[in-house]
T-cell receptor, first 109, second 116 residues
Framework: RKEVEQDPGPFNVPEGATVAFNCTYS??????FFWYRQDCRKEPKLLMS?????NEDGRFTAQLNRASQYISLLIRDSKLSDSATYLC??????????WGAGTKLIIKP | DAGVTQSPTHLIKTRGQQVTLRCSPI?????VSWYQQVLGQGPQFIFQ???????GRGNFPDRFSARQFPNYSSELNVNALLLGDSALYLC???????????????FGPGTRLTVL
């Protein structure tokens, strides 16, 4: 089992819709969690951190479920510019970043 | 302020050759991490350096080595290149040394290495 797993997609979603995807992690001692966005052939960029209490940034909401060991990302009112690959990142107990393979999102007009 | 810079942007090598990739972190950042990203996968951690010392090493063979200079720039060296080393090599800098549970890494544009 991979340490961090994501559905590779692609998720094909019409513009304006709401989309959500999850990321599961295997190490219960994992400490911190992030969502990064990566555009095609570009470097990853931090989208948002994931706090235990959940957090929201505009149209984006991130949640952490420690009991079930997953984090989620919800995108409301999706825009064409949201098309990208979304990477889940977990910091383990050795302070190393473990990356998921990413979920590809395609927003269609 | 300039972001993380990497050179070269693209590189083509043949099997068995050696390659050196370079990275300059954001000014004031003392930590540099190297990642390998194969198409369709997430970045795989190779090394982290902080204050010129190795702080972490991923599961890569000894053909991979790195160092950090007094100005905090870094080099990644790969010897005896294999076809499977073809990938995007990303450098990321951060202000903390990897002993913080909450720190953002800023990535450079990467070096795309093709091994023929």
């Amino acid at each position: 089992r991979k340490e961090v797993e994501q559905d590779p997609g692609p998720f094909n979603v019409p513009e304006g819709a709401t989309v959500a995807f999850n990321c599961t992690y295997s190490n219960s001692a994992s400490q911190s969690f992030f969502w990064y966005r990566q555009d095609c052939r570009k470097e990853p960029k931090l989208l948002m951190s994931v706090y235990s209490s959940g957090n929201e940034d505009g149209r984006f909401t991130a949640q952490l479920n420690r009991a079930s060991q997953y984090i989620s990302l919800l995108i409301r009112d999706s825009k064409l510019s949201d098309s990208a690959t979304y990477l889940c990142v977990v910091i383990d107990s050795n302070y190393q970043l473990i990356w998921g393979a990413g979920t590809k999102l395609i927003i269609k007009p | 302020d300039a972001g993380v810079t990497q050179s070269p942007t693209h590189l083509i090598k043949t099997r068995g050759q050696q390659v050196t990739l370079r990275c300059s972190p954001i000014s004031g950042h003392k930590s540099v991490s190297w990642y390998q990203q194969v198409l369709g996968q997430g970045p795989q951690f190779i090394f982290q350096y902080y204050e010129k010392e190795e702080r972490g090493r991923g599961n890569f063979p000894d053909r991979f080595s790195a160092r950090q200079f007094p100005n905090y720039s870094s080099e990644l060296n790969v010897n005896a290149l294999l076809l499977g080393d073809s990938a995007l090599y990303l450098c990321a800098s951060s202000s903390t040394g990897g002993t913080s549970l909450f720190y953002e890494q800023f990535f450079g544009p990467g070096t795309r290495l093709t091994v023929l």
